[in-house]
């Protein structure tokens, strides 16, 4: 299989925080559109395409199109910006970072992440103090008159970091969950055949609570839910073996257990079945903390035999997340196999 590392540095990089996804939604929907029968967009703003199939089984599929980041929360009068989260950022991975301020006046201004303390030249015998989000400030190069005249509370703020190939990996801000997007659209690519009707889901502020799965569920009525997402990569130094979670270059994940869901232990087995059917690569993922769409989706109406496939990503929630392509492209070719054959699947307790 050959990437189409074009169209996922377009993904990556379409800015669209929780709430904010309606330029990543726009791409989402041109592509969807040329891969299913039909698509519409709910009111909180998820993308529900359907792909039409033989059978009365309905598979949801689940990426989700925000990524992390801010919003600005105050203006000072000197025109330095405060910002306020929207996600789960480390204050530690972000001092001295460039951003985008995308202004409500149309346009996008590039400035930097500084923290509100002394310059190390100046701290003399002092330790410099552990930081918080509370700490950083925005500086846009222009006065305070020309900041008010562009910006104002509550527009949107992305990390300023392009998708670039590294080696064997890609590496860029908001794979999380971006790279998950681009496993839909290519595993929809990639199909050959299918019985069940597929449901391609676009969700919406994930990020904040998992919020569109639970919308979208409510509509699709799904009999299986899939949600797609990255997993932890802690194999690098200062981790011990047994808290690496997934291994970048394994293969793609098929999530057991996270604090938002337990998958459903026949529909594991079934991935695992394909998988090997198939010469997929896979690791097996146990993830004590965190979750994903899933979580949300299993719980809608009366419930619906529910699991993730997750790509491994070394560096979650930083500007500089890294994912093995050959891992990416198992995922792809998993889900796409899954599909070939979900008709088959006896999730029944």
């Known amino acids: 299989m050959s990437l189409n590392i074009e169209l996922l540095k377009k993904i990556a990089e379409t800015p669209g925080i929780s709430g904010r996804e309606d330029r990543v939604r726009a791409l989402i929907l041109e592509e969807l559109r040329a891969l299913t029968d039909e698509v519409s967009v709910d009111r909180l703003g998820n993308i529900i395409a359907m792909k039409r199939g033989k059978s009365e089984r309905r598979v949801m599929l689940a990426a989700h199109m925000d990524e992390i980041g801010f919003i600005v929360k105050h203006i000072d009068n000197k025109g330095f910006i405060r910002i306020q989260p929207v996600g789960g950022f480390d204050a530690r991975v972000l001092v001295a970072q460039r951003v985008l301020v995308h202004g409500y006046a149309g346009q996008t201004l590039r400035g930097v992440l500084m923290p509100s303390s002394k310059p190390i030249h100046l701290l003399g015998a002092e330790q410099a103090a552990a930081l918080k989000l509370d700490d950083l400030f925005i500086d846009l190069g222009l006065s305070n008159e020309e900041v008010r005249a562009n910006v104002e509370v509550g527009d949107m703020i992305t990390m300023d970091r392009t998708l670039e190939v590294v080696g064997d990996m890609v590496v860029s801000k908001s794979l999380d969950d971006r790279a998950s997007l681009f496993v839909m659209l290519e595993a929809l690519r990639a199909l050959q055949h299918h019985e069940v009707t597929i449901f391609a889901v676009a969700t919406v502020q994930e990020e904040v609570g998992l919020r569109g799965a639970g919308t979208a569920a409510y509509q699709v009525q799904p009999d299986v839910s899939v949600a797609l997402d990255i997993t932890l990569a802690n194999d690098i130094p200062g981790g011990a073996d047994q808290d690496a979670v997934t291994r970048l270059g394994d293969g793609t994940a098929i999530k057991v257990f996270d604090s938002s869901h337990i998958s459903n232990h026949k529909l594991v087995r079934h991935f695992r079945d394909v998988a090997k059917q198939h010469n ?5 993922e146990v993830l004590p903390r965190g979750g994903t769409d899933a979580g949300a989706m ?24 890294m994912i ?26």
């Open 298 to 321: 299993q719980r809608v109406r009366e419930g619906s035999p529910t699991i993730t496939l997750s790509t491994p990503t070394r560096y979650v929630h930083t500007v500089n997340e």
């Open 280 to 284: 997929i690569r896979y690791q097996l």
């Open 324 to 349: 093995q392509q050959a891992d990416l492209e198992a995922s792809i070719n998993l889900l796409a196999r899954y599909l070939e054959d979900a008709h088959n699947g006896d999730y029944a307790f």
